[in-house]
């Protein structure tokens, strides 16, 4: 009788919040449905759909901030939502509540050609951004494959294969708009400040990357911008091995040689890309490099690795010059994930995402193959081998209980690996729903303590994104 009770006043609560969302944000910009709440509850993770109870559609940071406080108010759980493309359930309303869909706010505020840098709301994508920069001689080079909005790249501290050369999320915001749980509206690093560099206080600014949603609602993003290169070239090259490719990797660093892009895929990954995109690479341990620069600098890049990957038995370089080739080789690499599933039609596919320190690199990916091997598993291997950072694409039957048991606890034994190995159980795509345990043993008690006392202090009710990361 009691749960009755408390039923019918959450019920009467959300109402009468449906009611206030609709003053603030108008018909429109509130839903119910049940098609649009499924679609605001899942990503592209292999967690179950979680849907909110209710979905809004905010235009501006006044409506996101007047939303956060109804919420508040009537005790609502928050989930912020960008594109859906997060691959760890990070958008999963776990205790129901109000997905907030920031589609609405897509717009590039303010660039700043001569000083590298742009501030953009958070529906604005990478994709959209770079085609807005490309008559500027700008580019972000930050490129996660996913065409994910920047601020859920910033929520995940995202990365992808230019990170070698350009770093991650972490090192190309600048400064970030947030809307608290209470719906006060903070600036990490001070309104409208965009120094290259800063000495002034605590790094709140790289406290909100990565905190996926749990601390608050990004609702602008300033972020660092490079030139577009006087050159680039892409190259392929095999090997006979899968310690002769790391190895390679690994040298071609510590030469000092700044590569762009150097992307591992194992022999299955590779056999898996031929097919899906009808491209005849060798099926072996193979290299996607990509080289940025002058022409001259790019003589004695290319020099220089191609000694490398010969002295480690590594093929001839196929080579990509052209743009439209380039597109090709690196659709190819981005494509990986569909490539992966159609080697198992009918199937779903989870990707694990451990990183290493570069050293420790060869003997993790050797052991986590032969790991696969041993227990009869799909999982090709691509990985940014630059930042020893690699994903195993684990392909699966959901409905056999057997295989999804031996892809969890092959999982589990990968992550608790790297952690051996000093790395950690996440490169890039956040801990969500599914990491948990493994946070808690990386970071140890006292840190996960000390990251409580914050997400305590920030949202003393729990109400942002509750149930992910802590």
Known sequence: MLSCSVCSLQSEGLERAVAA??????????????????????????????????????????????????CHEHQLPIIPFGTGTGLEGGVG?????????????????DLHQEDFDVTVEPGVTRKALNSYLRDTGLWFPVDPGADASLC????TSASGTNAVRYGTMRENVLNLEVVLADGTIIHTAGRGRRPRKTSAGYN????????????????KATLRLYGIPESMVSAVCSFPSVQA????????????????????????????????????????PTLFLEFHGSSKSLEEQVSITEEITRD??????????????RAKLWKARHD???????????????????????????????????????????????????????????????????????????????????????????????????????????LGPMAMEVMQGLKATLDPKNL???????
């Open 21 to 70: 969302f609709r003053s603030v944000s108008g018909d429109e910009g509130v839903s119910l449905g049940e098609a649009v709440r499924e679609q605001h509850g899942r990503d592209e993770s292999v967690h179950r759909c979680r849907p909110p109870d209710v979905v809004v559609f905010p235009r501006c940071v006044e409506e996101v901030s007047a939303l956060a406080k109804i």
């Open 93 to 109: 309303a776990l205790k129901g509540g109000v997905c907030f869909s920031l589609r609405n706010m897509d717009q590039v505020l």
């Open 152 to 155: 859920g790249m910033a929520s």
């Open 204 to 219: 709140l600014t790289n406290l909100f990357v990565g905190s996926e949603g749990t601390l608050g609602i990004l609702t």
């Open 245 to 284: 490719a790391v190895d390679s990797t690994v040298q071609v660093l510590q030469a000092g040689v700044p590569i762009a892009r150097i992307e591992f895929l194992d022999d299955v990954m590779i056999g898996a890309c031929n097919s899906f995109n009808s491209l005849s690479y060798p099926v072996t």
């Open 312 to 325: 480690n038995g590594g093929s001839d370089f196929a080579w990509a010059e052209d743009e439209e080739t």
């Open 336 to 442: 990986a994930w569909y490539a992966s599933l159609a080697l198992r039609p009918g199937c779903k596919a989870y990707s694990t995402d451990v990183c290493v320190p570069l050293s420790r690199l060869p003997q993790i990916i050797v052991e986590t193959k032969e790991d696969l091997i041993r227990n009869n598993l799909t999982g090709p291997i691509a990985g940014h081998v630059g930042d020893g950072n690699f994903h195993c694409i684990m392909v699966l039957d959901p409905n056999d209980p057997d295989e999804v048991q031996r892809v969890h606890e092959f999982t589990e034994r990968l992550a608790r690996r790297a952690l051996a190995m000093d790395g950690t159980c996440t490169g890039e795509h956040g801990v969500g729903l599914g990491k948990r345990a493994l946070l808690r043993e990386e």
């Open 464 to 470: 942002m994104n509750p149930g992910k990361v802590l």
